[in-house]
T-cell receptor, first 116, second 114 residues
Framework: GAGVSQSPSNKVTEKGKDVELRCDPI?????LYWYRQSLGQGLEFLIY????????KSGLPSDRFSAERTGGSVSTLTIQRTQQEDSAVYLC??????????????FGNGTRLTVT | AQSVTQPDIHITVSEGASLELRCNYS??????LFWYVQSPGQGLQLLLK??????LVQGIKGFEAEFKRSQSSFNLRKPSVHWSDAAEYFC????????????FGTGTRLQVTL
């Protein structure tokens, strides 16, 4: 596609349920990133993929959070047993090269997650 | 660890007035610096970036930013603001020569009055 696509755009879930957020990066982009944007906060890094591997997952806030990427393309961020503090906008970004600073991040429009 | 501070949470300017958004960073070596803009309900769009060389960088939409090593700053400027510039602006720093994450500031929300 022309840009990074994320689905769903909005998700409301009950506390304790599991959710899956999907990111479809720009075709050919090898690097993929997940960020979280909470109200009044900046963007918080969650995880970085290069191809299908995740060399940096240091930002995942707890073991309830996991992510995978298959075929070097689509990525899924899974949050198990959601809590209210998980409510945020989850942004996905991709870039064409290993070195993110040389190749700018292209962001999707995000998934707004609300945990009730 | 790298960090970014955007001291202004919210700024209001009149259309046609000049704009300066402040950004201070903390990083041990020469940083890679970025400004992104986020319109409501949208993802982030890159305005400009600094890697090396000329410390005054030009970006899209008439924006520019100046890297000042002595002040650890990378302020964003525009000589004449348009109503369509109303958005949230994020400064970010990346570690040079490495892959992976950027560190973002908390953002500055720009309001433009007519």
């Amino acid at each position: 596609g022309a840009g990074v696509s994320q689905s769903p755009s909005n998700k409301v879930t009950e506390k304790g349920k599991d959710v899956e957020l999907r990111c479809d990066p720009i075709s050919g982009h090898t690097a993929l990133y997940w960020y979280r944007q909470s109200l009044g906060q900046g963007l918080e890094f969650l995880i970085y993929f290069q191809g299908n591997s995740a060399p940096d997952k240091s930002g995942l806030p707890s073991d309830r959070f996991s992510a995978e990427r298959t075929g070097g393309s689509v990525s899924t961020l899974t949050i198990q047993r959601t809590q209210q503090e998980d409510s945020a906008v989850y942004l996905c970004a991709s870039s064409s090269m290993d070195r993110s600073a040389d190749s700018p991040l292209h962001f999707g429009n995000g998934t707004r997650l609300t945990v009730t | 660890a790298q960090s970014v501070t955007q001291p202004d949470i919210h700024i209001t300017v009149s259309e046609g007035a000049s704009l300066e958004l402040r950004c201070n960073y903390s990083y041990g070596a020469t940083p890679y610096l970025f400004w992104y803009v986020q319109s409501p309900g949208q993802g982030l769009q890159l305005l400009l970036k600094y890697f090396s060389g000329d410390t005054l960088v030009q970006g899209i939409k008439g924006f520019e930013a100046e890297f000042k090593r002595s002040q650890s700053s990378f302020n964003l400027r525009k000589p004449s603001v348009h109503w369509s510039d109303a958005a949230e602006y994020f400064c970010a720093v990346g570690a040079s020569g490495t892959a992976s994450k950027l560190t973002f500031g908390t953002g500055t929300r720009l309001q433009v009055t007519l």
